[in-house]
């Protein structure tokens, strides 16, 4: 989780520096989904698009990061919280939750923001997690 923390850190600094020159936050839309983005002093229109989008970088990729779905981030930490609760079984339902997640994030990548990327993404991971969960060799992923 740590490339996620740093991720956050770096957004948490971007507000800090985009308050410190006197920005303010101002509600916008990301496909149907609520979004701030911050609005900078005119002195600073040309940075407008650098700080808007490290905010949104370092807080989506890191959010994106952390959902259960293997080999993210938070499908390893998924992964390890299952074999800790079930060592036999553990991975096998760790894979099968990296799955169902993969396939809620691919189905809502194209229906909520209108994202072929998204669903890509998610729906290349949710076929992978599929494939190692029905595979004899599952505990080798």
């Known amino acids: 989780a740590a490339g996620p923390l740093a991720g956050f850190g770096l957004a948490a600094l971007v507000v800090l520096l985009a308050y410190a020159l006197g920005g303010t936050f101002v509600g916008a839309r990301l496909g149907i989904v609520p979004w701030v983005v911050l609005d900078l002093p005119a002195w600073l229109n040309e940075f407008q698009f650098v700080f808007n989008t490290a905010l949104f970088v370092n807080l989506v ?10 080999p993210l981030d938070g499908g390893q930490i998924a992964r390890a919280l299952w074999l800790r609760a079930d060592p036999v079984l553990g991975v096998t339902r760790s894979l099968w939750m990296s799955f169902l997640v993969a396939l ?3 189905t809502a990548g194209i229906a909520t923001f209108g994202s072929p990327y998204l669903l ?9 997690s599929y494939q190692a969960a029905r595979s004899p060799f599952r505990h080798a992923f």
Not at 61 to 70: A, D, E, T
Not at 120 to 128: I, T
């Open 61 to 70: 990729w890191g959010l994106m990061n952390l959902m259960p779905v293997y």
């Open 120 to 128: 890509f993404l998610f729906g290349m991971l949710a076929v992978q």
């Open 104 to 106: 809620v994030m691919a």
